[in-house]
């Protein structure tokens, strides 16, 4: 236990994620991250030096038949967290979505929810189970689907909302997840979810575990990569079309008309 807390606390104090007096609201899925996470704050909150309160909130997708919220009450009623959850009709935002991919549309809706409870409540942040995996995997996603280099960040300010989002996970990778779990007697909840397996972050996942079996070197270059700093020498953004006529036209010689300049 000594040792998964000193990783979160790293995260904690190398973001600044938790201030005193923060009122934070997890999003607990019931999956194995949100559980590890909700788990490990709650120890937080014990050792802290600074008092903080914690809040815990599901949402019902709407894509199982039965939505285990007693069994979510019960694990958050032993860690001393308020727990509550709200229904949002998943399956009927996709079918009437104008966005293809239903991941999105999951997560957009998922999201709004969370945080529109977060601030009703007088919450000031929310906080994610992502994990280290979850952020190089983003990572390579931007790069190979959108021709872009991002990924969320451990810590996210929201000007329109006036939440942070936190994620205290991310120097876990998810094997080191899996596995702490099991220690800890957590029971994760199925995924029900029908496009679970099906989509471009498994998609990505496989790719990168294929490339880490061959060199486990593969995944630390790709973390190192999403990292600031002296590894980053990029090309300059591209001009518009405007601006490149412009050089072109000086570098020729030629003079502007008024209309160019």
Same mark, same amino acid.
């Given at each position: 236990?000594k @040792?998964?807390i000193?990783?979160v ?5 190398e ?7 923060? +009122?934070?609201?997890?999003? #607990?899925?019931?999956? =194995?991250?949100?559980?590890? #996470? ?21 949402i ?5 038949e ?5 069994e979510?009450q019960t ?13 949002v ?8 979505a ?15 929810a969370?945080n529109?409870?977060?601030g009703?409540r007088?919450y000031? =942040?929310?906080?994610?189970?992502h ?8 990572f ?6 959108a ?5 969320f ?8 909302s ?10 876990f ?8 779990a ?6 994760p909840?199925k ?7 099906n ?9 990168l575990?294929?490339l880490?079996?061959?060199?486990? @070197?593969?995944? +630390? ?7 600031g700093?002296e ?11 405007y ?8 570098? +020729? ?7 160019e300049?």
């Open positions: 236990m @040792e998964i000193s990783r606390w790293r995260a904690i104090i973001f600044d994620l938790i201030e005193a007096n923060d +009122r934070i609201l997890i999003g #607990l899925s019931g999956g =194995k991250d949100s559980l590890f #996470l909700t788990y490990v704050l709650a120890q937080i909150r014990r050792h802290s030096a600074r008092p903080f309160s914690l809040g815990a909130f599901t019902d997708t709407r894509f199982g039965i939505f285990p919220r007693q979510l694990f958050c009623d032993q860690l001393d967290i308020p727990f509550d959850s709200t229904v009709d998943i399956p009927r935002a996709i079918s009437t104008k966005v293809p991919d239903p991941c999105a549309t999951c997560a957009f809706f998922r999201r709004g969370l529109r409870i977060a009703e007088g000031n =942040k929310v906080a994610l189970a994990h280290h995996d979850d952020a190089v995997e983003t390579m996603m931007g790069l190979f689907y021709g872009r280099l991002k990924t960040l451990p810590k996210t300010p929201q000007e329109r006036g939440l942070t989002i936190i994620r205290p996970l991310v120097y990778r998810e094997q080191e997840i899996i596995e702490n099991n220690k800890l007697g957590l029971q909840l995924n029900p979810c029908p496009y679970n397996g989509t471009k972050r498994q998609e990505i996942k496989e790719k575990s294929s880490e079996a061959k060199d486990p @070197e593969y995944y +630390r270059r790709f973390s190192a990569a999403m990292r700093g590894t980053a020498e990029l090309w300059p953004a591209e001009p518009d079309r601006a490149l006529k412009g050089r072109y036209l000086d570098f +020729r010689g030629y003079a502007r008309t008024n209309n300049n």
